[in-house]
């Protein structure tokens, strides 16, 4: 039997290459994941221990006033403490963005854990140092003055360094000395303290989580690994989805060979050849082909993987990627994944063979039939499948949870598939039938070719149904998230563009210079006036909603009452309520907060006109369709300058938003158009199986008068027939699924979620499966069609 198994591979070795194919990019897929999440985990966990290096104690859970509390019990105790921590600030100068996250460094050298690259530390407040990888995307450069903060408690300064921040998790754009990063306790986000001169237990009366700093590292390694894990556990996801369509292009591929080797097999029988000896070899034959094409896969994707890290080193700087390691257990572990795979799919055809008799003749099997015990069992379990899980789905949106979702979701595509040899010969019968009227006899023979072998025919369009129905659910989801995304946006950020005045007000000409500016829409006048707000606040804008905002804003804005100031929670007072002082005037005015404008208070214009006469404060500027946010905001930055404004740039903030939607959405595409193209060359490989298997039909039709371009065309139009039966029905399924889980998991997060089709996107899904159902037809029609009809006839 070996001499058989190897003339068996040498002589079907061209058959297998879909089979490969698809365990090879399974495989790799787990290796490159792998890959990616090594780099990322070395990235994220390397330099933990390097801030807390010379600590004796760590403290966490803290505020930002407590942390000051803390280092000032540090100061008198002759002890030292870092805190690790930020809070975002508009920064101007240079080509800072508008707001960036700040950092502090450590008053005591030792606990310093910034290495410098450029310049030197601070000496004192006015001097800052930055982030030199931060530094080559803002622009900024050792010399260059900046203004931090905004309003009483913004603060100049020059950068005199550029440093390596080497822990990720804890480092930021820009720091500065700790006397200056007090101004924004109340925006400071801690994440912890290193404390040095005391241990634990000496703090144990402080506010806050006393850790040891061993432990505190080894739990902060472990918490940072666990997040990287989940992008790993994501990636795998998709493996096993291109892992499993690789499952049904296999099975379905040693269908048909076995199913044309019927008689090999049978001969082998009649010369002495055990049942056990022939299950011994085609199993032998499935277990090389799959651990060829999982060493393979190995290979490709190790390359893969280190491709993938070094693009995105080189595209993004700032990406905490470290060193890349390949997993000796991951290894393993995709090479069985791909013999088991293989196996897997080998197992059923296998059987089969040992059920050949002698006499048996060289075709295919009969496919199960709905009278038959089988077929009655298979159509009610599909049928019980589908109806349990519609079930849960309705149950799903009604409790508005993920887990009956999700069961429902898997039992009802179970149990789709397994009405396959049913529903898709009847959808192929359909379509068919309106392509004949039009199509004629190509059409209709290429209906008749498609619905022969009703099971080959639904295990064949399985593999793409799974693709496509998880692609369209995807699209549709994130076009249905990014709608309610893009609301909440627009209500975070209602105004592409603000130039607001630092000192005195700005001047009547200015709204008609930004008007002239190229890709501004429109632009209107904010009044206001400057204040002295009580309760710790200080000076401050005052500003009122003009009545014509509503032509430079994406959402309705909110208008406070007379009686009224909204404030930012960046400038919250310790009252609720304040005086607002302007010129001698006193107003006391109840405070609402997290309703203001950027870093100015906003009143109703009664309040306004009892406080002083308005001044023009700021412009809000709306960019026109398809404006680059960067390029309006260089001009109008010109504008700013001269006027001594601040520019504030909310179209960049969406834009970026949108960025990484976009990034996301074509990730994830993406990673299932690898199950789609498995898919496709699956639906390629059937196609070009069938045409061996069908030439004496093929001759037969020819010597009929059939010429070779007939052929051609019924062999493409079986091949699009298949595709888009098959796309049609998943972009079905997929739409419903996504509708499921908007109302699900959407909508109890936002009211407002209303379901959004992608159309042009779906539509283009199903043109694309036309289109490459059409080319996997190419090479074994001509073949086909180069075959003479007198050659095919006489061929076994």
Not at 47 to 55: C, E, N, Q, S
Not at 104 to 121: H, K, T
Not at 270 to 281: D, H, K, P
Request: net charge neutral; with cysteine; aromatic share 4%.
């Amino acid at each position: 039997m070996r001499t058989v198994l190897l003339a068996s591979l040498r002589t079907h070795t061209r058959r297998y290459v879909a089979a490969v194919l698809a365990v090879t990019i399974g495989v790799g897929f787990v290796v490159a994941t792998n890959a990616i999440a090594s780099a990322a985990r070395d990235g994220m966990v390397a330099g933990v221990a390097l801030p807390y290096d010379d600590a004796d104690a760590v403290v966490t859970d803290l505020s930002g006033a407590e942390a000051v509390t803390l280092v000032d019990r540090a100061a008198r105790a002759g002890d030292s403490a870092a805190v690790l921590g930020w809070t975002m600030q508009p920064v101007r100068g240079s080509r800072v963005s508008d707001r960036v996250d700040v950092g502090a460094i450590a008053d005591d050298p030792v606990l310093r854990w910034q290495v410098v690259e450029e310049g030197r530390f601070p000496r004192g407040p006015g001097e800052a140092v930055a982030d030199v990888n931060a530094a080559k995307s803002e622009g900024v450069g050792v010399g260059d003055p900046l203004t931090v903060g905004a309003g009483s408690r913004a603060v100049e300064v020059t950068v005199v360094g550029l440093v390596d921040s080497p822990s990720a998790s804890v480092g930021a754009t820009l720091y500065l000395p700790w006397s200056e990063v007090t101004a924004w306790s109340q925006t400071l986000y801690v994440d912890s303290v290193a404390y040095r001169g005391a241990g634990p237990e000496e703090l144990s009366g402080v506010p806050g989580t006393v850790r040891d700093v061993d432990e505190f590292v080894e739990d902060r390694s472990t918490e940072l690994s666990q997040g990287v894990n989940v992008l790993a556990y994501v990636l795998l996801l998709f493996a096993a989805i291109a892992l499993t369509v690789a499952v049904l292009v296999i099975a379905n591929t040693f269908s048909i060979l076995f199913a044309q080797r019927t008689r090999d097999f049978a001969l082998l029988r009649c010369v002495g050849a055990t049942r056990r000896q022939v299950l011994r070899s085609v199993r032998v034959e499935a277990l090389l082909l799959g651990a060829v094409s999982s060493v393979v896969g190995v290979v490709a994707g190790a390359g893969l993987g280190l491709g993938l890290v070094a693009l995105v080193r080189e595209l993004s700087p700032r990406a905490p990627l470290g060193a890349v390691s390949f997993s000796p257990a991951w290894l393993a572990a995709a090479l069985v994944t791909g013999l088991v795979v293989t196996l897997l799919a080998a197992w059923l055809p296998t059987r089969k063979v040992v059920r050949v008799s002698p006499l048996a003749a060289l075709r295919p099997d009969q496919d199960v039939d709905v009278h038959t015990a089988a077929g009655r069992l298979r159509i009610g379990l599909g049928l019980a499948l589908v109806v349990g899980g519609v079930g849960l789905l309705a149950a799903s949106v009604a409790v508005t949870s993920v887990a009956p979702m999700l069961a429902g979701g898997i039992a009802s595509f179970s149990g789709l598939l397994l009405l396959g040899p049913v529903l898709v010969p009847a959808l192929i019968r359909l379509g068919g039938g309106a392509l004949g009227r039009v199509g004629g006899t190509t059409a209709r023979l290429a209906t008749g070719n498609a619905v022969r072998n009703p099971r080959r025919t639904a295990a064949t369009t399985a593999s793409l149904l799974v693709g496509v129905t998880l692609t369209t659910a995807v699209l549709t989801g994130l076009a249905t998230a990014r709608g309610s995304i893009d609301g909440e946006m627009a209500t975070q950020h209602p105004v592409d563009l603000t130039l607001t005045a630092t000192g005195d007000p700005l001047p009547t000409t200015l709204v008609g210079d930004v008007r002239a500016t190229p890709d501004v829409a429109a632009a209107v006048a904010v009044e206001g006036v400057r204040a002295e707000v009580s309760h710790g606040v200080g000076d401050l804008r005052v500003l009122t909603v003009p009545d014509d905002a509503g032509t430079v804003t994406h959402a309705a804005l909110p208008r406070p009452r007379p009686g009224e100031i909204w404030l930012p929670y960046d400038v919250a007072p310790d009252a609720r309520r304040v005086a607002v002082t302007v010129g001698g005037r006193d107003v006391t005015l109840r405070v609402r907060l997290g309703e203001g404008w950027d870093l100015a208070g906003l009143v109703a214009p009664a309040t306004l006109a009892r406080l002083g006469d308005p001044a023009p404060q700021a412009v809000w500027v709306r960019a026109g369709g398809g404006a680059d946010a960067e390029d309006v905001a260089g001009d109008l930055e010109a504008l700013a300058v001269n006027v001594d404004a601040e520019l504030g740039n909310g179209l960049a903030q969406r834009a970026y938003v949108t960025l990484q939607l976009d990034v996301l959405t074509g990730a994830v595409v993406g990673l299932l158009g690898i199950a789609v193209v498995i898919a496709l060359v699956g639906i390629g490989n059937t196609l070009g199986l069938s045409v061996l298997e069908r030439g004496r039909e093929h001759s037969l039709l020819r010597a009929l008068g059939l010429t070779r371009r007939q052929l051609r065309a019924t062999l493409a139009t079986e091949a699009v027939l298949l595709s888009v039966v098959a796309t049609v029905l998943g972009t079905a399924v997929g739409v419903a699924y996504a509708w499921v889980g908007n109302e699900a998991m959407v909508r109890p997060l936002v009211d407002d979620s209303p379901m959004v089709l992608p159309v042009r996107q779906l539509a283009l899904v199903v043109v694309v499966a036309g289109l490459a159902g059409l080319a996997s037809c190419l090479l074994p029609a001509r073949r086909a069609a180069r075959v003479a009809p007198a050659a095919g006839l006489a061929t076994d």
